[in-house]
């Protein structure tokens, strides 16, 4: 079971950027093979995709999201990456990473608040 540990999260004005990382434990070469996403749920809604990086680094993002976050992968580190740039109110929630294989693991989530 791969472990995986978010950090990066805050509170941060509207227009601000923040940087998310998600560390995974295990063998580089397991890491390296599967893609991983990076997803968010606010109060009282669903958990939603954000953005997923493939193992060639192939990446695909919601609609919300895109121009604005940027996800990427160190395979070398095992980590994978969100970088948030001009964030807004309704970017606030709590975000996971996920592996989209292997053993599916989710971190434990990371607060983003937005607001002034």
Known sequence: QVQLVESGGGLVQPGGSLRLSCAASGSRVIF??????????????????VATISSIGSTNYADSVKGR????????????FLQ??????????VYYCHQEGGSYSWGQGTQVTVSS
């Open 84 to 93: 948030m740039n001009s964030l807004k109110p309704e970017d606030t929630a």
């Open 32 to 49: 390296s093979i599967y893609a991983m996403g990076w997803y968010r749920q606010a109060p009282g809604k669903q958990r939603e995709l």
């Open 69 to 80: 976050f940027t996800i990427s992968r160190d395979n070398t580190k095992n980590t994978v």
